[in-house]
């Protein structure tokens, strides 16, 4: 998401994002529970409109996000169709056979003295015992074993796994009753105010005209107001990362939903697998 912001010396009331989805509702709704009564919050998205994805995979921070939002877990997962996510499956990334897993919680403990955990370790590994890195990380463990405790004396690190378009219409429903407008409506065109080159308003394909003193872009790949409509370019990052495609399905479970997200490469690119 991006922000078109206004002149130093222009009250920000009105602000207008352009775009729902994840992006935009979880905009919306942060707006609203924290400055709801300064400011007029005014969504524009189209049904006509798919989102991208299927299954989004998080990060621990998320649950941060939640809880300035007050949001409840047990509500939040239910409408979202969530999972817990205890970390990353990366599987024949060096070579096929290869496993790694980047667990959320800390490895080992952490000395406060002249040597990391992993010092340590490496060095018992050199004299033949240590076992595997990842037996000394709770959330580790716990992820091979496909368990999850909450109880708040061994409470591992964790995030999920969430049905993106759910998890939209859960943030829809919390921000339309406590203030946002929702304008349902493909955007025809970015209007620019001339003497300052910003942008004053978007028009829809019906006609509706709507102003604002901040516009924020959540229209994903189209960056119609940052790309199309202020001109800024495309940073091309091709010479580095090969795979310039995806194609997201979604798929039959076929046993427990694992607690971790899995990353498998291929000879062709590599695919993803967010259990849900």
Known sequence: MHADFPTSDRVVKRVVVA??????????TAL?????????????????????????????TFRGFHQLMKIREDRFMAE?????????????????????????????LQWSWMADFHHFWLHARAQGFG??????????????????????????SYAYHIDAARYARFLRSLAEPAGVKRVEGKI?????????????ALVLESGTRIEGDLFIDCTGFRSLLLGEALGVGFEDWG?????????????????PA??????IAHEAGWRWRIPL
């Open 188 to 200: 025809r065109n970015v209007e620019l105010a001339p003497e300052s080159g910003h942008i004053a």
């Open 32 to 60: 609203v529970r924290h400055l709801g009564p300064l400011i007029d919050i005014t969504l524009v998205e189209s049904d006509a409109i798919g989102t991208i994805g299927v299954g989004e995979s998080t990060v621990p």
């Open 19 to 28: 775009g729902g989805g994840t992006a935009g509702w979880v905009t919306a």
């Open 239 to 255: 010479q580095w990362i090969r795979t310039d495609r995806a194609v997201a399905v979604q798929s039959t479970s076929d046993g």
């Open 80 to 108: 979202a169709q969530a999972t817990v996510k205890l970390g990353i499956e990366f599987k024949n990334w060096g070579q096929v056979g290869d496993r790694y897993i980047h667990p959320f919680g800390t490895i080992g």
């Open 131 to 156: 076992g595997e890195l990842g037996e000394y990380c709770l959330e580790w463990v716990a992820g091979e074993a496909n368990r999850m405790s909450l109880s708040s004396s061994v409470a591992p």
């Open 258 to 263: 694992q607690p971790y997200t899995s990353a």
